[in-house]
């Protein structure tokens, strides 16, 4: 129900630097990396600082993004996605179906969908 499909995407090949200036004018907390196409990991904000510090503007994406968060998938139930990030301190995970790329959670997204719905009870 809160998977994002539409996000913010970079190529593996891209600079840090490019993903920094971006990220100042965006409202994500990240970026999904794909390479020709395919998905390959997450660049999160701690990513991206981490990165720039080790390897400067000019580092690599692939060098800096996360390519091991475990992933959730659309049929998992929210609390449980919402646990699994939590227990493994995850700004973002993928959304995966057999194997295919469906789109990003994100914690913020989840804390809001629990807000409106408290609300609304």
Avoid: C, W
Wanted: aromatic residues 8%; proline residues 2%; glycine residues 8%.
């Amino acid at each position: 129900d809160i998977i994002i499909t539409d996000y913010d995407e970079l190529d593996s090949e891209d600079t840090l630097g490019k993903a920094a200036e971006l990220l100042q004018h965006l409202s994500n907390r990240g970026f999904v990396i794909k390479s020709a196409g395919e998905y390959k990991g997450l660049l999160t904000q701690k990513d991206l600082i981490s990165g720039l510090g080790a390897y400067g503007k000019e580092g690599k994406i692939e060098d800096a993004m996360n390519s091991n968060i475990e992933s959730v998938t659309p049929e998992m139930d929210i609390f449980e996605a919402f646990k699994h990030m939590r227990k493994h301190k995850y700004d973002m995970a993928p959304v995966l179906k057999d194997g295919a790329f469906k789109g990003i959670l994100d914690i913020n997204n989840i804390n809001e969908f629990f807000m409106i719905r408290k609300a609304l009870q």
